[in-house]
């Protein structure tokens, strides 16, 4: 009785996929992105705002270099030719002495604004106005070119840090560490402390007061010295290898702590301020001072991220007190999902936080520190805050899964008063949202599309949200004669049965229906985000892998970002865990929608944080995964820079880093692994990848490796490193030699 292992290698043997993977294959893969270059129109619009905002016009580009002018009134809703395009070629046929053709003006620019039923035409070297009624040119002069406003940094009112006080008075010296006051007018210098040295030094930036009353400057205990090494063994310069040092904390380092010292100028006395509400601090930053000079707050983030603390200083006393005072068990994600705004004139602080379970916006006063309302709340997220306006107490914002009808990873558009009523979604398609508003934020061009879906471009109302008018749909047609096959949008339960997990099928675009297909994950498991593609693209780089003979999926289990909390938390100190238990769920429930998945040859693939994941999955779900290639894994986490570690890992660094590492576990390993790093990888120590390496040869295990010369971070998305990887696909998981030459 044959076992199941031989009935799949004679399956490998007799069916049609010993055909896959051939030269013919190689060549439509490596061509993929030549094949679908500039095979998609109408997809994108730039408007050109007219005047105070009621109109403005775009140039759509078309297939063989046709190309289209527009007019939209958006306060009519109408859109409609910018112009006769035949009349207008055949009036600058005879301006220009040649042949214009009316598909392909050679317009640069067009000016609405000179003159009712007029338009300025600007070409390569000439400018017309041209009367819209008659169509007589007459040649001016050529206008030039319209800036457009940018945002002022420093918008928020605040006075930059200087060493002089802002009546002029005094100026405050650093010397030998120490801190020292110079009087302006009379000259003098005050030493104000004696205690500076080298390893707690007084230095940067200080803040005065608006009064010139005190100021705040920090003292400062430098990080240690933590250098990495690395050998370029192959430098075009000289034949000698060469030695590149940098310093690179990595988890546990001991880190640069600054803490607030309180001044005051007139005497030079310093106002003691406890350090009791921010001990151990990762950073301080955002230092402020209230406009009557009363006191100042600044943003402390814990060393282990575990608190995010608004302080504020009494200027008199130097006593301190919460403002706001954010906790987790698990961590605080600050570096994506913190955002604090100061409303200095109503004494309101506009706070992010995920306290009940999604990350929402709330309103506290920041004299008193209570919490007045909940802004947004819900089972949705707040991906991003775009607009606070302080008059009409109004606030712009990014959610996703706020249409609970749609994947809960699109991107929308909000706004919502500051005491959480009068919410507007002001995007509605079903894709996911980029837009772009009028200059008087009254209309907005709001942008969308899906893997699946095209770019849809419609003009809606800023207000309502309504839609004045749809603009574009993109055209496609030439991409799909081209063998263009979308992604396929897949969910599927994840390990508690209940939670949505959503990810994407590229399938090779000569898909038989009849034929078995290896699977093949492409993976980035990284805390700091969500990763599977929702906005259409024409090229995916996995479809290069998909093209060998695979059918590749990209999933985000939980442990990504983007969604509640509790979805977050499950990567906190469980970096190795990398959601493999959701991942191998959606898989299967993947292969029973479609029975060409040979769930029997498995691979797995990534870079960086998803080549540690790649690893992970030999070594612990081996009995799933077959064959993995993994690029510049950040193999174990102590080996790797501090602040991303620490921020999921936790601090101190305890026992689970190195139960979770690839380096211990590599005695587990079964199935194909092939390693690459690059030796000068700058971003993921290359030791963390050699380290495996050698636990791999003192377990007696064989393996691949590939240290590529002269490489820095991501090596494997060369074309040498792309190659290698389908080739190691192609060989273990086709179970065929590459042949990537004609036949």
Not at 172 to 184: E, P, T
Not at 213 to 234: D, W
Not at 604 to 614: D, F, M, P
Not at 617 to 646: P, Q, T
């Amino acid at each position: 009785m044959p076992t199941a292992r031989t009935t799949a290698l004679l399956l490998l043997l007799t069916s049609p996929l010993c055909a896959q993977g051939t030269a013919k294959d190689y060549e439509r893969a490596w061509n993929l992105r030549s094949r679908f270059s500039n095979k998609v129109f109408r997809d994108r619009v730039r408007p050109n705002w007219i005047g105070g905002g009621d109109r403005f016009w775009y140039r759509i580009d078309l297939a063989r270099g046709k190309r289209e002018f527009l007019l939209i009134d958006a306060v009519g809703g109408t859109r409609e030719p910018a112009f006769d395009h035949q009349r207008l070629a055949t009036a600058l046929t005879g301006a220009l002495g040649k042949k214009v053709d009316a598909e392909r003006l050679p317009i640069r620019d067009l000016r609405f604004d000179a003159k009712d039923g007029a338009v300025v035409v600007v070409t390569d070297r000439k400018a017309f106005e041209c009367d819209l009624e008659s169509y007589a040119l007459a040649e001016v002069e050529k206008p030039k070119p319209e800036q457009s406003e940018r945002p002022r940094r420093g918008g928020d009112g605040r006075r930059r840090p200087s060493d002089r006080s802002p009546d002029g008075r005094w100026q405050v010296v650093f010397r030998d560490f120490d801190v020292h006051l110079r009087d302006l007018e009379s000259d003098e210098t005050t030493r104000l402390t004696d205690d500076g040295e080298e390893q707690h030094r007084y230095e940067g930036r200080v803040h005065w007061s608006p009064d010139s009353s005190r100021f705040v400057l920090f003292r400062t205990r430098p990080e240690q010295r933590h250098t990495v090494h690395l050998i370029e063994s192959s430098p075009r310069d000289q034949v000698q290898p060469k030695l590149h040092s940098h310093q690179y904390l990595k988890p546990g380092d001991r880190i640069r702590q600054s803490k607030p010292h309180l001044f005051e100028a007139a005497t030079g006395r310093e106002i003691a301020v406890s350090d009791d509400l921010f001990p151990n601090p990762w950073r301080i930053s955002d230092l402020r001072w209230s406009e009557d000079s009363s006191r100042f707050t600044f943003l402390y983030n814990q060393r282990g991220h575990q608190v995010l603390r608004i302080v504020g200083v009494d200027a008199e006393s130097g006593e301190t007190s919460a403002v706001v005072d954010e906790r987790s068990e698990t961590f605080v994600d600050y570096e994506y999902k913190q955002f604090a705004h100061h409303v200095e004139e109503t004494h309101e602080i506009v706070w992010m936080s995920e306290r009940d379970g999604w990350n929402h916006l709330y309103l506290y006063d920041s004299s008193t520190g209570e919490g007045k309302n909940q802004i947004t709340r819900g089972e949705w997220v707040v991906r991003g805050v775009d607009r606070v306006d302080e008059e009409t107490r109004r606030i712009w914002f990014r959610a996703s899964g706020i249409r609970p009808d749609q994947d809960p990873y699109h991107v929308h558009f909000a706004r919502v008063d500051f005491d959480g009523e009068n919410l507007v979604l002001l995007t509605e398609g079903d894709g996911t949202h980029e837009i772009e508003y009028s200059p008087d934020r009254r209309f907005l061009v709001d942008r969308y599309s899906r893997v699946d879906l095209p770019p849809v471009t419609e003009l809606r109302s800023a207000e309502t949200g309504e839609l004045v008018c749809r603009l574009e749909q993109a055209d496609v047609d030439e991409l799909k004669q081209a063998g263009w096959r979308p992604p396929e949008r897949f969910v599927a339960k994840g390990r508690d049965g209940e939670t949505d997990v959503w990810g994407v099928l590229h399938w090779p675009t000569n898909f038989d229906p009849e034929t078995s297909y290896p699977v093949v994950e492409k993976i980035y498991a990284g805390p700091h985000g969500s990763f599977v593609p929702k906005s259409f693209r024409p090229h995916h780089s996995a479809q290069e892998i998909a093209e060998l003979g695979f059918v590749v999926v990209q999933i985000d289990g939980m442990g990504t970002s983007n969604r509640s909390k509790a979805f977050h938390d499950l990567c906190w100190k469980n970096l190795g865990d990398s959601g493999f238990p959701d991942r191998i769920r959606w898989i299967r429930a993947a292969a029973a929608k479609h029975p060409s998945l040979d769930l029997e040859r498995v691979g797995i693939y990534g870079g960086s944080a998803g080549g540690q994941s790649s690893t992970r999955a030999l070594l612990a779900h081996g009995d799933f995964y077959k064959v993995a290639v993994s690029d510049c894994g950040c193999h174990d986490n102590r080996m790797d820079k501090i602040w991303w570690n620490e921020l999921w890992m936790g601090w101190p660094v305890g026992p689970h880093y190195a139960e979770q590492s690839n380096v211990t576990n590599a005695h587990r390993l079964t199935g194909k692994l092939f390693l690459i790093v690059g030796e000068l990888d700058r971003n993921v120590d290359p030791a963390s990848t050699m380290q495996v390496v050698d636990a791999l040869v003192k377990a007696d295990k064989d393996f691949d490796l590939l240290v590529v010369p002269g490489a820095g971070h991501g090596s494997a998305e060369s074309r040498y490193g792309r190659r290698r990887r389908a080739d190691f696909f192609v060989r273990h998981l086709l179970g065929v030699e590459p042949r990537r030459d004609a036949e």
